[in-house]
């Protein structure tokens, strides 16, 4: 079990946007709360966004592919697929490929 805290959700969020999504920073928000779900990419009445992140984890990994899964989620909410209007469509695993190099691996649910 792992304890999360937010310097540990920007830093690996700031790592993988680096490497994958560059979604501006401005965006990359992030609250702690108790939820069963694991993760959550919430979006509020006036266009603000954030990523709600549970306070445990059984361990690092399910940590990073969740935090992962989220920022994927922001990226789509930034830029639509004209097509692909499912969460979990082509357009959310297009993203297995090159993450799975990377240690990260996509899930509808985990
Ligand atoms: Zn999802």
């Known amino acids: 079990m792992i304890k999360t ?3 540990t959700c920007y830093k690996t969020a700031n790592y993988f946007n680096k490497m ?14 108790d939820i069963p779900e694991w993760g959550n990419f919430c979006e509020g009445h006036d ?3 954030w990523i709600e992140m549970g306070k445990t984890y059984p361990n690092y990994n399910l940590f990073k592919n969740v935090l992962v899964h989220e920022l994927v989620h922001m990226y789509q909410w ?9 969460d979990h469509g082509p ?7 090159h ?12």
């Open 47 to 49: 266009g603000d966004v």
């Open 91 to 97: 357009s959310f695993f297009k993203w297995n490929k």
């Open 78 to 86: 930034l830029y639509p697929d004209p097509v692909d209007k499912e």
């Open 20 to 33: 994958f999504f560059e979604i501006p920073r401005k965006h990359i928000n992030f609250i702690l709360v």
């Open 5 to 7: 805290n937010l310097n």
């Open 99 to 110: 993450l799975t190099e990377h240690g990260v691996v996509l899930e509808e649910t985990y």
